[in-house]
């Protein structure tokens, strides 16, 4: 399936707008709702424990449990940042912050604000 660079951002977008709106659902109705519910602390535990299914994936080097696993992980992700307050558009905005900026630049300038 080929899809645009537009077309994986609206899924993102759709994503995210649906796991907000679930939030105001009732927790035994939507896994989701019940997650959010749980409070932040369980939304990063299943973010945690999708990223070492992911990792683990990876290291298998089998495609499709990568991709599977990196689905997981975008998902939980995404409700973690619900449960925390932080949108997909503050996230895409601080990567955009850092577009053009060398990676190792970049965390030497956070690494120096962190000691101030």
Known sequence: MVTSE?????ILTTLQAMISERAEAAPETS???SLLAAGVEKCAQKAGEEAVEFVIAAVSRSPEATRDEAADLVYHLLVTLQACGVSLDDVLGELERRQGTSGLAEKASRN???QR
């Open 112 to 114: 120096s604000e962190q």
């Open 6 to 10: 537009n077309q994986h951002t609206d």
């Open 31 to 33: 896994y989701t709702a």
